[in-house]
């Protein structure tokens, strides 16, 4: 016997909702129910059961255009999804679902979707955040599945009009450094008795490396004969928010940097001072696996360490704020202004050679010394 549930909303009113066996899922061979909620009152619930008993009675089973739920074919859609991308980057897309999509469709019959459904979502999520674009690129790819699936015979994303995000908020800081402000940074940090944040942040911004990057980094991967830098993996988020290791995404991202001597000299010294505090904390730092940035267990830092360093110390200071990958877009500046080419400077970010436009528009900057030096060559041609 189906049970019909009464449930609350976050505003406090009531609803109540019931699930139903429909037969056996085409798709699947497996068992299926669907559940229909939203009903005001238990006696528009008990009518809309009462309804769909019948034609499953009638039928045999419901037509499967009649019972799939945007939610199931997400699960149907996201089985196929798993296998074609890294874990950090199916736990980014299940959060995406999860907040954002599902609670708005999931419990909506896919096939009775419609135009204007999906126009006032977007709508909505254009007024709420600026990724509101990947949220509905998301949906889309479940209706696609869902159409070649024959689930729905029209896809109504196809027809809503996408909003478009305007820049009226004039200016924005510049998420890098001037050499100036770079060297007034580490003026700001003593080398003697905070050398782990100092070589941190130096290898940042003299090395061009991402955050996880840096964070993975073990002492193998450090050559001080050859002062260079190997980045061979990275950590970030996987399933559930535990840290996982991974490789870079492109074999342009495994790279070896090379290091100029003060960096490799820092690098040499916090080794000697981390090994001297793991050991008074019972750990052995001998092993060429060890962490060059660790925790007090010995793990893997908090990705959010660097964040709150960088904040306290700019907080401190008169520099404009800047975000960790900041260091990233200061270094690819500098190497910019000392006339490095553009295939060095993907070669040392790790851009692949179709990420030019990237090294280019996201990751150089023009300065104000660079402004200053076109004035005078400008000058001396005119003159």
């Given at each position: 016997?189906?049970?019909?549930?009464?449930?609350?909303?976050?505003?406090?009113?009531?609803?109540?909702?019931?699930?139903?066996?429909?037969?056996?899922?085409?798709?699947?061979?497996?068992?299926?129910?669907?559940?229909?909620?939203?009903?005001?009152?238990?006696?528009?619930?008990?009518?809309?059961?009462?309804?769909?008993?019948?034609?499953?009675?009638?039928?045999?089973?419901?037509?499967?255009?009649?019972?799939?739920?945007?939610?199931?074919?997400?699960?149907?859609?996201?089985?196929?999804?798993?296998?074609?991308?890294?874990?950090?980057?199916?736990?980014?897309?299940?959060?995406?679902?999860?907040?954002?999509?599902?609670?708005?469709?999931?419990?909506?019959?896919?096939?009775?979707?419609?135009?204007?459904?999906?126009?006032?979502?977007?709508?909505?999520?254009?007024?709420?955040?600026?990724?509101?674009?990947?949220?509905?690129?998301?949906?889309?790819?479940?209706?696609?599945?869902?159409?070649?699936?024959?689930?729905?015979?029209?896809?109504?994303?196809?027809?809503?009009?996408?909003?478009?995000?305007?820049?009226?908020?004039?200016?924005?800081?510049?998420?890098?450094?001037?050499?100036?402000?770079?060297?007034?940074?580490?003026?700001?940090?003593?080398?003697?008795?905070?050398?782990?944040?100092?070589?941190?942040?130096?290898?940042?911004?003299?090395?061009?490396?991402?955050?996880?990057?840096?964070?993975?980094?073990?002492w193998s991967d450090i050559n001080f004969s050859k002062n260079t830098l190997r980045v061979n993996k990275t950590i970030t988020q996987g399933i559930g928010g535990k840290t996982i290791v991974q490789a870079p995404k492109s074999r342009a991202g495994r790279r070896t940097i090379e290091l100029d001597p003060i960096t490799i000299n820092t690098l040499r010294r916090w080794k000697l001072t981390q090994k001297t505090k793991l050991l008074e904390l019972g750990f052995n730092a001998n092993s060429n696996k060890q962490l060059v940035f660790s925790s007090n267990t010995n793990h893997f830092k908090s990705m959010n360490t660097p964040t709150k360093w960088l904040n306290n110390i700019i907080?401190?200071?008169?520099?404009?704020?800047?975000?960790?990958?900041?260091?990233?877009?200061?270094?690819?500046?500098?190497?910019?202004?000392?006339?490095?080419?553009?295939?060095?400077?993907?070669?040392?970010?790790?851009?692949?050679?179709?990420?030019?436009?990237?090294?280019?528009?996201?990751?150089?900057?023009?300065?104000?010394?660079?402004?200053?030096?076109?004035?005078?060559?400008?000058?001396?041609?005119?003159?």
């Amino acid at each position: 016997m189906t049970n019909i549930y009464k449930y609350t909303l976050k505003n406090g009113s009531t609803r109540y909702k019931f699930q139903a066996y429909t037969g056996v899922n085409p798709l699947t061979g497996k068992q299926s129910t669907t559940t229909r909620s939203g009903f005001k009152t238990k006696k528009e619930a008990t009518i809309a059961l009462s309804r769909l008993q019948l034609e499953i009675e009638t039928k045999g089973s419901l037509d499967i255009k009649q019972k799939m739920l945007f939610a199931d074919v997400y699960t149907e859609w996201h089985d196929q999804y798993i296998n074609t991308v890294r874990e950090s980057t199916d736990e980014k897309t299940r959060r995406i679902f999860k907040v954002h999509i599902l609670p708005a469709l999931g419990n909506f019959i896919i096939s009775k979707i419609t135009i204007n459904q999906c126009q006032r979502l977007v709508n909505q999520w254009y007024q709420e955040a600026k990724s509101f674009k990947k949220w509905f690129n998301y949906t889309a790819m479940i209706f696609d599945f869902a159409l070649k699936r024959g689930l729905i015979d029209k896809d109504p994303t196809k027809f809503v009009t996408v909003p478009k995000l305007i820049d009226d908020s004039g200016d924005k800081p510049a998420n890098f450094w001037t050499r100036q402000e770079l060297q007034t940074f580490f003026s700001l940090i003593n080398p003697n008795t905070d050398l782990e944040k100092y070589t941190m942040f130096r290898t940042l911004a003299y090395s061009g490396v991402r955050k996880g990057e840096l964070l993975a980094l073990t002492w193998s991967d450090i050559n001080f004969s050859k002062n260079t830098l190997r980045v061979n993996k990275t950590i970030t988020q996987g399933i559930g928010g535990k840290t996982i290791v991974q490789a870079p995404k492109s074999r342009a991202g495994r790279r070896t940097i090379e290091l100029d001597p003060i960096t490799i000299n820092t690098l040499r010294r916090w080794k000697l001072t981390q090994k001297t505090k793991l050991l008074e904390l019972g750990f052995n730092a001998n092993s060429n696996k060890q962490l060059v940035f660790s925790s007090n267990t010995n793990h893997f830092k908090s990705m959010n360490t660097p964040t709150k360093w960088l904040n306290n110390i700019i907080e401190h200071s008169n520099l404009h704020h800047i975000s960790v990958h900041g260091f990233r877009h200061t270094h690819a500046s500098m190497l910019y202004q000392a006339g490095v080419g553009l295939k060095e400077t993907q070669a040392r970010l790790g851009h692949s050679r179709s990420d030019s436009s990237t090294t280019l528009d996201v990751y150089t900057h023009t300065t104000k010394e660079q402004n200053i030096e076109a004035l005078n060559k400008f000058e001396r041609f005119i003159n």
